[in-house]
């Protein structure tokens, strides 16, 4: 009897949820203003691109060309050594990045440490800085005579200065530092956020099973932590494949094309050549692409086997 | 599901008042985009050089027009591109200047890809008052376009005490070809330990004065024909580039505060630019009487090699918008037609123009004492009417951006034949 009692009763509120289409349909008003927002600015300009990327030619003259921007990206040796040199950068510097965010975030964490607010200001400080201003305070500072190489001269590192924009090989390391500088800190206060709720006591039990420090980092800190480095890799991918305004400011894409990004080769087609925005969609959507491909990757490396 | 259909249909409502009345308001904006009756707004850059230009201009034409009011607007030229691009292929006219000043060897893609944005001004300028390949550049298919302003006529920088110390004059430097200029700057660098010249890798302008001085471009006269394999011009200089960075006879700059270091601070022997370096090479007064300028090299061993040659240069052009007849008419009356507005050019701010008249007028013969003397103005515009005549093309820096790449090739040893090779494929295949 009592069970059928509540059971009514509970049928009875399901339904009372379920007729209560007001309710709904105030909820579908409130989220109906950025739904419609958001198809106007992002899915609208999207679909216009993806329309945008059949066409080709110079200017507003342009033509449907069906899918000939895309079979003309393989055989376009200038994209080939963008995508290669984005790859590059997204290979070394985002695994590099990640390590050392993580670093600093363990280090910051020690609860012995002290000035904690002033490190982890000064660590964070660079990601707020502005993405021209530093880019070009960098090239200024691996400029010929610029302090690096006053520096390194000093300590008789190096002999003859490093000719740091004009060598393919050390134009990428220098983006790479520069972006590396940019990105640490922002990724170490997600790690340094988690850090917070990871209990101490678990770290107590590992001292007392004779846990040494790197056997805590690796065995209880880095998977405690899993979800965040899989969010900001697959951030910090996404950035790296959008990668502009560094190598623009800094190298501007030199020496040759060796550090040219896929974006930069997007902003040449459309504004420094002679422009031709069928083709630049195109090339954008090569980044969306890869973008999907690369985050697909990274969910099934870290992800839960579900 | 009825919910979702209204929801659906107000939705579809709401995005279709939204893009009408984006649209009204857009017609309500056009008639009063910033461009009333009595302003003209002028887009250009460098405040020293193409905007003060333009005060002195609206000075001028302000004598017989006293209501007339300019408005220029300063912007940094890969801003003024991007923002030109941006607007004509939108296909608003919304923010768009009268007047803009646009790059010589960039102008023609403009022309074809936004053709009906630009107010042709044929008939409004006499083309024959204009140095030939000044109009070659600002026009298409015998329609003018532009009204010419500032040459590039290049000429080549010397520092007169480093030549005298290796032993040598401007004298030496008359009517010589590269080959003989490397030979020059080997003992120069003996005696000085001074670079020859500097240069970036990423810069392409020396090749494209070493190959126009030639009179060839990177495409033939069609302007759209690539014209890079079999190009002997195009040879010869990427010959004599890797013939100054074998010498090591070229140092490196990476970016244009660091050449204006590297000339300033008397750490190059010369440079061969456009005659626009002027000002920046005058900005150190400690070496006054120390430089003088020269004819460049011509480039050894190809048929019609010459002295002349031209870097940069930009235009006047006129959009299609409202206000162009008062745009034409500025522009007629200053840099179209005034001669007297020419020599306050050269006086005020050394600018040489490409106006004939003004050039036959006698405006340019200023000794200058920082140059020793030399009436260096004078020689350039001599020069100026000596470069030879190409067709700028459509593609200028999509193959400069092909070619940097081909140069650190055959840098690092490649076989010229076939670098420049790869060189035309890849534009065929890229350029369309």
Known sequence: METTNLNKSIKQKS??????????????????????????????????????????????????????????LFSDPTFLAALFNTVIFFLIQVPFMIILALMFSVMLNNKKLKFKGLFRTAI????????????????????????????????SIISEPILWMSDPFWAKIVIILAITWRWVG???????????????????????DGASAFQQFFKITIPMLKPIILFTSITSTIGTLQLFDEPMNITGGGPGNATLTISQYIYDLSFEYTPDFGYASAVSFAIVVMIVFFSIIQFKLAGDKK | MKKRLLLLASLITILFIAACSS????????????????????WAWDPKFNIKALEIAEESYKAENPDFELNVIENAQDDIVQKLNTSLSSGTTKGLPNIVLIEDYRVKSFLEAYPDSFHEVTGSIDVNDFTPYKVAATSIDDKNYGVPFDTGATGLYVRTDYLEEAGYTT????????????????????????????????????????????????TEDDGVTINIADNEALKAAFEVYKNLVEADLMAVHSDWNQLLEAVNSGSVASLPTGNWFTP???????????????????????????????????????????????????????FGSNVEFYQELVKEMGAIGTYIPAMEAGAYEISDEYFGGQEIYNDFTKWSGEIPEV??????????????????????????????????????????
């Open chain 2, 171 to 218: 004298e030496d430097l008359q009517d010589i070809d590269w080959n003989e200029y490397i030979e020059i700057g080997k003992k120069v660098k003996e005696v000085t330990g001074k670079h020859l010249i500097t240069n970036d890798h990423n810069d392409f302008g020396i090749i494209r004065v070493l190959i126009q001085s030639a009179g060839s471009w990177y």
């Open chain 2, 23 to 42: 649209g009204d308001s857009d017609e309500a904006n056009g008639t009063s985009n910033g461009n009333d009756e009595d302003g003209i707004t002028v």
């Open chain 1, 124 to 155: 964070f400080l660079p990601a707020v800085t502005s993405l021209v201003a530093y880019s070009v305070i960098f090239k200024y500072l691996f400029s010929n005579n610029g302090i690096i190489n006053t520096i390194l001269m000093n300590l």
């Open chain 2, 391 to 432: 067709n700028y093309g459509l593609h200028t820096y999509a193959i400069d951006d092909i070619l940097i790449v081909s140069m650190q090739e055959y840098l690092n040893g490649g076989d010229l034949d076939k670098v420049l090779e790869n060189a035309q494929k890849q534009a065929e295949t890229q350029i369309k």
């Open chain 1, 15 to 72: 339904e009372k949820y379920k007729f209560k289409p007001k309710k709904g349909l105030i909820g579908w008003i409130f989220i109906l203003i950025s739904v419609i927002l958001i198809c106007l600015f992002y899915f609208y300009p999207m679909l216009q691109a993806l329309l945008l990327s059949f066409q080709s030619g110079a200017g507003v003259n342009l033509q449907f060309v069906g899918l000939e921007n895309y079979t003309r």
């Open chain 1, 186 to 208: 922002y990724n170490m206060i997600f790690y340094l956020s988690a850090l917070q709720n990871v209990d101490e006591s678990i770290y107590e039990a590992a001292r007392m």
């Open chain 2, 280 to 334: 920046s090479i005058k900005a150190e007064e400690s070496q006054s009487g120390n430089w003088a300028v020269v004819p460049i090299p011509s480039l050894p061993g190809v048929e019609g090699a010459t002295h002349a040659s031209n870097l940069g240069g930009s235009s006047w052009y006129v959009l299609n918008i409202d206000g162009k007849e008062e745009a034409v008419d500025f522009l007629t009356s200053t």
